[in-house]
C-alpha cells in the first residue's frame, strides 16, 4: 500500500507565495485596466499621432484662430475668448474648453470632441457641428442661427432656453438632451432620437419633426417623436 509523501515545507511556502503573487499580478492587471478606462473617459479625443497645434490648458484669443487651417486642433482644458471666425477646426479636441459668451462664425467643426465644452450664452452662426461629439455639454441660453448637427452625439447636451434658428439636427442623438424653454425656428429634427429629452416649454414654429412631418405654424411636434424607419 502506497502512502504519499508529505511536501516539504519549503516547497508549500514556494506554492503559497507564487498563489499569492498570481493574485496579486492579477489584482494589479484588473485595476490598471480600470484606471486606463477611467482616464481614457476623462480625456478629449486628438487625431492619431498627435497630429494638430498644441493649445491645451490655455488662455486663447479668438483673434489668434480667425481664418486659421487648424484641423486636429488641441484645445482641451482651454478659455477661449472673444470671437472665432472662418476657422478650420475640424477634428479638433475641445473637450472640457470653456467658450462663455464667445462667438463663432462660419467655424468648421466637424467630427470635433466637445464633450463637456461649456458654450453657454454665446452666439454661433453658419457653424459646422456635422459628426461632432458633444455630450454633456453646455449651450444653455445660446444664440445659435444656421447651425448643423448632423449625425452629431449630443447625448445630455444642456440646450435649455437656447434660440435654435434654422438649426439642422438630422440624425442626430438628442437622447436625454435639455431643451426646456428652447425657442426652435424653421429647424429639422428629422431623423433625430430623443429618448429622455426634456422639452418642456420649448417653442415651435415650422420646425421639421423626426419623424419628416412638418410642425406647422406653433404646433408642437407631439405624437412625432418617433423617426421614420
Request: glycine share 12%.
Amino acid at each position: 500500500m502506497c502512502t504519499a509523501r508529505p511536501r516539504p515545507r519549503w516547497l508549500v511556502n514556494v506554492c503559497v507565495s507564487r498563489t499569492g503573487l498570481w493574485a496579486t499580478v492579477l489584482a494589479l492587471s484588473v485595476a490598471l485596466a480600470v484606471g486606463c478606462g477611467q482616464e481614457e473617459d476623462e480625456r478629449g479625443r486628438s487625431c492619431p499621432g498627435g497630429a494638430g497645434r498644441n493649445l491645451s490648458g490655455r488662455t486663447v484669443d479668438g483673434v489668434d484662430l480667425w481664418q486659421k487651417k487648424l484641423r486636429c486642433i488641441n484645445l482641451e482644458g482651454s478659455e477661449l475668448t472673444g470671437s472665432v471666425s472662418e476657422a478650420n477646426l475640424s477634428r479638433g479636441n475641445l473637450f472640457g474648453a470653456r467658450l462663455t459668451d464667445v462667438s463663432l462664425e462660419s467655424v468648421d467643426l466637424r467630427d470635433a470632441d466637445l464633450r463637456r465644452a461649456r458654450l453657454t450664452a454665446g452666439t454661433l452662426a453658419e457653424v459646422d457641428l456635422r459628426g461632432a461629439d458633444l455630450g454633456g455639454a453646455s449651450l444653455d441660453r445660446t444664440m445659435l442661427t444656421n447651425v448643423s448637427f448632423g449625425g452629431g452625439r449630443l447625448r445630455g447636451t444642456n440646450l435649455r432656453s437656447a434660440s435654435l434658428t434654422n438649426v439642422d439636427f438630422s440624425h442626430a442623438d438628442l437622447r436625454d438632451a435639455d431643451l426646456s424653454d428652447a425657442e426652435l425656428s424653421g429647424s429639422t429634427l428629422r431623423g433625430a432620437r430623443l429618448d429622455g429629452a426634456d422639452l418642456s416649454g420649448a417653442s415651435w414654429e415650422n420646425v421639421v419633426c423626426p419623424d419628416g412631418t412638418k410642425s406647422i405654424g406653433t404646433r408642437s411636434c407631439k405624437g412625432h417623436f418617433t423617426p421614420a424607419s
